[in-house]
């Protein structure tokens, strides 16, 4: 169903738990369409929130500061293509990372965006994200609800996307389950004991 909607949807959202292969499902299908020059590049956007720790100040330029929160991201990319090709496209900007918060205002035309870890969003950085499609481009989002790193109290920008763009035309939710784990045989397990209340 998720390969589907990434192949016939302008804008797909896949959530679910950890280890379904939301965001390496996505980072295939970027760079098939790359390869196969369906479109120009890659937009990979993540938002930098922590996991529940501050790591405090992080020095280097912003690619460097913004590395540490891409890595699951990297990760995917190098098992799809070879290390120097990698590098090479990055350095062209062909494949770009773009943090979140520096997305306002950009169209982002004849590109593959993969939004990664969308649960951290905030309402407005989300409906930022989503409004800057442009002409011959593909999104996929992609987050866990229940894995929130955003302050107590702030409901997730995923969330509130979820109820407004359901009858939208063109865009298409996937719903991942404990079922479509890929993981460790254990991940699996692991998701419903946190499952139960």
């Known amino acids: 169903e998720y390969v589907y909607a990434i192949d016939n949807f302008d804008v797909v959202i896949g959530i679910g738990p950890a280890g379904t292969g939301k965001t390496y499902l996505a980072m295939a299908k970027a760079v098939s369409a790359l390869q196969k020059k369906k479109l120009g590049r890659i937009v990979l956007v993540r938002p930098a929130v922590e996991a529940g720790e501050k790591l405090g100040y992080l020095p280097g330029d912003i690619l460097e500061k913004i590395n540490p929160y891409l890595r699951p991201l990297y990760d995917a990319l190098y098992d799809m293509m070879p290390s120097d090709r990698v590098m090479d496209r990055l350095q062209s900007g062909v494949i770009e990372i773009a943090p979140l918060a520096f997305m306002r205002g950009r169209t982002l035309s004849n590109a593959y965006v993969i939004l990664d870890e969308a649960q951290n969003t905030s309402p407005v950085q989300m409906k930022m994200f989503l409004t800057r499609l442009g002409e011959n481009s593909r999104m996929a989002v992609t987050g866990d609800l229940s894995q929130v790193d955003l302050p107590t109290g702030t409901r997730p920008g995923l969330s509130e996307a979820l109820a407004v763009v359901g009858e939208v035309e063109g865009v298409s939710v996937v719903r991942f389950s404990h079922a479509d784990v ?16």
């Open 182 to 197: 890929v993981r460790h045989r254990l991940v699996t397990a692991l998701v419903r004991a946190y499952e139960v209340p």
